[in-house]
């Protein structure tokens, strides 16, 4: 039960897909590694890209990009499309059904009880997938056999579906809001989503958004003064920045109200302690600034909510665009509300994520809360890339910040924030904090029975080998520390996983025993079971085989590697001018 003074939650669950990271593990090595994922191309390589000569060779054209792979692959029948249907649906409505399959998974929670109300807050950019591809293309109307009428595309085409979307397809039945602010709407979603399991109107909540500034995801055309870079390099609160890079991408994570989820067993990667959301309203230079003001206020709020002093945080995560005027506007707002509640100076760390990756747009916030719900998980804090020197209308020496550039273990109590601010003035920030430590218990039965089913016999031996490496301790990976026991693999695959109909189950003992079956398995052997293993459990494994169940047990849910998405090219060329992230 939750006591009457514990407001805080649980993040349970967390995925993404983002520029050089096709989960979160990926996206952990490399922030840990200072990779710089944005993507820079050669003339050649623009000109293969179906750049035209003309426009690669124009000098306000920059070759760089938050380059997402695989973004016109989709597992259409896995969630239920056919092939046609799927090649009308917006990428980013593609991507969400993804992330918000995998963080489900990661909570353990892929498999929800129909009494259980699962949330869904979400947010995504302009279809530009419609606007370039689709609208005018003769492939597309009853010629081209897509659509017999343009309307039947509008509900793959909104991002009011985005969240209804993933509802219908995973079978959630709590709320499902659509949240619309521009850069700071998923983080805006996980607010929303936090106060909606205080107010107890679900019991579970997914939060997050997705992205497709460019489908082409090749460049920019860079316009003195606006806001985008002119070298292709997004430079967080740096002397030399000069603006932002954008990229594609989608993030999720699965909240819970934190006594349920202590009580209920899971595994809480950190908790939200605070959160706020407010406008800038008219107290700004104009529509598209950002206000001293509002983002200060927004800070303010926030620490209020968790009853947090300035002196407590170790680290912010900021909305680090790498414009002059938006990053100065951001460190002074941060100052002044840090100034309410300390004098100290340089004790915070300050970064950016968009360093890393650009500018995810939609899919910001959530992106740089993953980012930090880990750091805050693992006792790190990542350096961020690109910076030599604060900015000449940033003041920095004199303030509570310093922007670390290398990796460094975090001393000190485990308090962070996440800062996101949306074109229009829309603000969100929350605050981070290290997970109560778990009760111990016994859980190492002698025997287990781990069940692994899928759509397909491919995706089937690709789910067993992943489990096998992170059974046999993949380094670098966002859980590689974890020494989960046998049980609570076994329990979360029974209690955490979707039936499907490709399956298959290995009985062993202990881990390498369990590693060496399902090495097997993903060679597309059938895994003989221990001669010494009990006969009961060669029966619960023969009976899962043959499409039956099995029963939870004992054990705690524990995250596992995600379900290998078997994708494929769902995707209708465009004509005309290839798009570019400048034309947004």
Not at 338 to 356: E, M, P
């Amino acid at each position: 039960m939750i006591s009457d003074d514990d407001d805080r939650i649980a993040v349970i669950g967390l995925a993404c897909r983002v520029p050089g990271a096709v989960d979160a593990a990926a996206l952990w090595r490399n922030v840990r590694s200072g990779v710089d994922s944005v993507r820079r191309f050669s003339r050649a390589e623009a000109l293969a890209a179906g750049v035209p000569a003309e426009v690669v060779d124009d000098a306000s054209f920059v070759p760089a990009f938050g380059h997402l792979d695989g973004l016109t692959d989709f597992d259409a029948g896995l969630f239920g499309y056919r092939d046609d249907e799927a090649a009308l649906l917006d990428p980013q409505h593609r991507l969400f059904l993804e992330v918000t399959w995998w963080a489900l998974e990661d909570a353990g929670l892929g498999r929800v009880e129909a009494t259980t109300q699962v949330g869904v807050f979400a947010g995504c950019g302009v279809n530009r997938y419609l606007r370039h591809h689709l609208l005018g293309n003769p492939a597309v109307g009853p010629a081209g056999g897509f659509c017999d009428d343009w309307d039947d595309i509008l509900a793959g085409a909104s991002s009011d579906y985005l969240p209804t979307r993933a509802a219908y397809a995973l079978g959630l039945s709590g709320p499902a809001v659509a949240i619309q602010s521009a850069c700071s709407s998923s983080l805006v979603a996980v607010c929303q989503a936090a106060q909606s399991l205080l107010d107890f109107r679900c019991d579970v909540a997914v939060a997050g958004g997705a992205s497709v500034v460019s489908t082409h995801q090749t460049g920019y055309r860079y316009r003195a003064g606006g806001t985008l870079a002119a070298d292709g390099v997004c430079r967080p609160y740096d002397a030399d920045a000069t603006g932002q890079v954008f990229g594609n991408g989608a993030g999720a994570v699965v909240l819970k109200r934190l006594a349920d989820a202590v009580d209920d067993g899971d595994h809480v990667y950190a908790v939200l302690a605070g959160w706020a959301v407010n406008n800038d309203g008219a107290d700004r230079a104009g529509f598209t600034v950002p206000g001293v003001v509002g983002q200060s206020a927004v800070v303010a709020e926030a620490l209020a909510a968790a009853d947090w002093h300035p002196d407590d945080l170790g680290y912010v995560e900021g909305h680090g665009s790498g414009t002059a005027v938006g990053d100065a506007i951001e460190i002074d707002a941060l100052t002044r509300a840090f100034r309410t509640g300390t004098a100290r100076r340089g004790f915070c760390a300050l970064g950016s994520l968009k360093s890393n990756v650009g500018n995810l747009d939609a899919a910001a916030g959530v992106a740089g809360l993953i980012k930090t719900v880990l750091a805050v998980h693992h006792g790190v804090i990542p350096g961020t890339l690109h910076f030599t020197r604060a900015h000449r209308d940033v003041d920095l020496a004199g303030g509570p910040f310093v922007v670390t550039t290398d990796t460094r273990p975090w001393t000190g109590a485990r308090r962070a924030g996440v800062s996101s601010f949306g074109l229009g003035g829309t603000n969100a920030h929350v605050l981070v904090e290290q997970a109560p430590t778990p009760l111990a218990y016994d859980a190492n039965a002698d025997w287990a029975v781990l069940p692994l089913s899928a759509a397909t016999d491919e995706a089937l031996r690709v789910l067993a080998a992943r489990l096998a490496d992170h059974l046999a301790g993949e380094p670098g990976g966002a859980h590689a520390d974890a020494a989960w026991s046998l049980t609570d693999v076994a329990y979360t695959l029974a209690v955490g996983r979707r039936r499907l109909p490709h399956r298959e189950a290995v009985v062993a003992r202990d881990v390498a025993q369990a590693v060496g079956a399902l090495r097997a398995v993903a060679d597309g052997r059938a895994p003989s079971p221990p001669a010494e293993a009990p006969g009961e459990f060669r029966d619960r494994a023969a009976g899962w085989r043959a499409g039956g169940d099995l029963p939870g047990g004992a054990g705690r849910r524990v995250p596992l590697p995600g379900y290998p998405f078997q994708r494929r090219r769902h995707w209708i060329d465009r004509v005309g001018t290839p798009q570019l992230a400048g034309g947004r």
